[in-house]
């Protein structure tokens, strides 16, 4: 199976929180092949680290050992690049779900799996708002508690 994870699903992997137990059961009960990331990951996982910091649930040891875990594990992920195509899919998705809320970096991961969705069998999010653009788009998706 190929899947695609956006940064929602993605961070439960490296850092245990509520949803953590249900993403590592769909990596325990399908034979995962391959794994997509938008390039924007890189970015929005540091980000989402150090955002752990300043509330006080992690400290900086913690979140650079996580930074390290994740950035070691890059061979393991296929990235999808960022480039002027994807940033003018981004812009269509933000004319047609704007309205509904769709936001910037959500649209950028919103068209990274756009990109792919021929590819992958599922895409993960546990952000409610960007899994139903997904199901919007008709790519199947795994329901995940948050």
Sequence with gaps: ???????????????????????????????IEEIYLSELTKIEFQSAIWKKVRIKEITKKVAKDLINAFENDFNKYNFININSDLIDSAQVLIMKFGIEGLRTLDSIQLASIEVIKNKISIAIS???LLEKF?????????SILK
């Design 1 to 31: 199976m190929r899947i695609f994870l956006d940064i929602s699903a993605l961070i439960k992997l490296y850092h245990y929180e509520s949803g953590s137990d249900e993403v590592d059961k769909v990596f325990d009960n399908f034979s």
């Design 126 to 128: 546990t952000d409610d």
């Design 134 to 142: 997904i199901k919007q788009l008709g790519i199947k998706t795994i």
